[in-house]
């Protein structure tokens, strides 16, 4: 584990310099990534929050960019959909006659995350992005720390998520286009119950499965740049 100060990024050895325009396209760059991801989605028939790509997405934005860029990227995210604009991932009526989405035909959702029951999770990828981001420049990116980086970075995002979902759940109110509350729908005796059945448990696996990825992916990212780093280097 490194000290305090600040280590350089991987971005910051693959692109290096500085500049806005810079450190812009690299935001808009993941914030792509995690456009992309989102619509790698599977529907479970008793939740409206789909299994994503995104989780995976966010763990490797914060990583790659850092703190800062890394929270930036997620926030343009969230703004973008609350906007209007696809990016979220499909909603629950889109997916009625589907089990299994790969981004084409897109089926992006665009709605203010406040009257999403997945909101929470999109508002705690900012968070997750620039925690995680936070200990990458503390060197905990690579090797030993990664695994450790990145568990703490999904844990964030899911107390965003299950606190906000539960909110859902608990004001029964109607899920759009399926004409069932969210009581209804989500399997469960008390609130606290639904809330981990349809926003925790069946995402466990997957979840493992995206951490165990992202926490090979990026000391292979980080040996290979290394190595061409080195052999780009003028010989003495």
Same mark, same amino acid.
């Given at each position: 584990?490194?000290?305090?100060?600040?280590?350089?990024?991987?971005?910051?050895?693959? =692109?290096?310099?500085?500049?806005?325009?810079?450190?812009?396209?690299?935001?808009?760059?993941?914030?792509?990534?995690?456009?992309?991801?989102?619509?790698?989605?599977?529907?479970?028939?008793?939740?409206?929050?789909?299994?994503?790509?995104?989780?995976?997405?966010?763990?490797?934005?914060?990583?790659?960019?850092?703190?800062?860029?890394?929270?930036?990227?997620?926030?343009?995210?969230?703004?973008?959909?609350?906007?209007?604009?696809?990016?979220?991932?499909?909603?629950?009526?889109?997916?009625?006659?589907?089990?299994?989405?790969?981004?084409?035909?897109?089926?992006?959702?665009?709605?203010?995350?406040?009257?999403?029951?997945?909101?929470?999770?999109?508002?705690? =990828?900012?968070?997750?992005?620039?925690?995680?981001?936070?200990?990458?420049?503390?060197?905990?990116?690579?090797?030993?720390?990664?695994?450790?980086?990145?568990?703490?970075?999904?844990?964030?995002?899911?107390? =965003?998520?299950?606190?906000?979902?539960?909110? =859902?759940?608990?004001?029964?109110?109607?899920?759009?286009?399926?004409?069932?509350?969210?009581?209804?729908?989500?399997?469960?005796?008390?609130?606290?119950?639904?809330?981990?059945?349809?926003?925790?448990?069946?995402?466990?696996?997957?979840?493992?499965?995206?951490?165990?990825?992202?926490?090979?992916?990026?000391?292979?990212?980080?040996?290979?740049?290394?190595?061409?780093?080195?052999?780009?280097?003028?010989?003495?």
């Amino acid at each position: 584990m490194r000290s305090s100060a600040r280590a350089i990024t991987l971005t910051e050895v693959v =692109f290096p310099g500085t500049g806005i325009l810079r450190d812009g396209l690299l935001i808009l760059g993941f914030t792509g990534l995690t456009v992309i991801f989102a619509q790698i989605a599977i529907r479970l028939p008793f939740t409206t929050v789909p299994i994503t790509g995104q989780t995976l997405a966010v763990l490797l934005t914060g990583a790659a960019l850092g703190s800062n860029r890394g929270a930036l990227s997620l926030l343009l995210y969230a703004v973008l959909g609350t906007m209007g604009a696809p990016v979220f991932a499909p909603s629950s009526a889109a997916l009625q006659n589907q089990t299994v989405h790969l981004i084409l035909p897109w089926q992006g959702t665009g709605k203010a995350i406040w009257e999403l029951s997945s909101g929470g999770y999109i508002l705690g =990828f900012v968070f997750a992005a620039y925690v995680v981001g936070l200990l990458a420049e503390r060197g905990w990116d690579r090797k030993a720390w990664v695994s450790a980086a990145m568990l703490i970075g999904n844990v964030i995002l899911y107390v =965003f998520g299950l606190a906000w979902l539960g909110y =859902f759940i608990a004001s029964n109110q109607v899920i759009p286009g399926l004409g069932r509350t969210y009581q209804e729908l989500i399997p469960g005796s008390s609130v606290l119950e639904k809330t981990l059945v349809g926003g925790l448990y069946p995402f466990i696996p997957g979840d493992l499965f995206k951490l165990v990825i992202a926490s090979l992916v990026l000391p292979s990212a980080w040996e290979l740049a290394s190595r061409i780093k080195g052999r780009d280097s003028p010989k003495p």
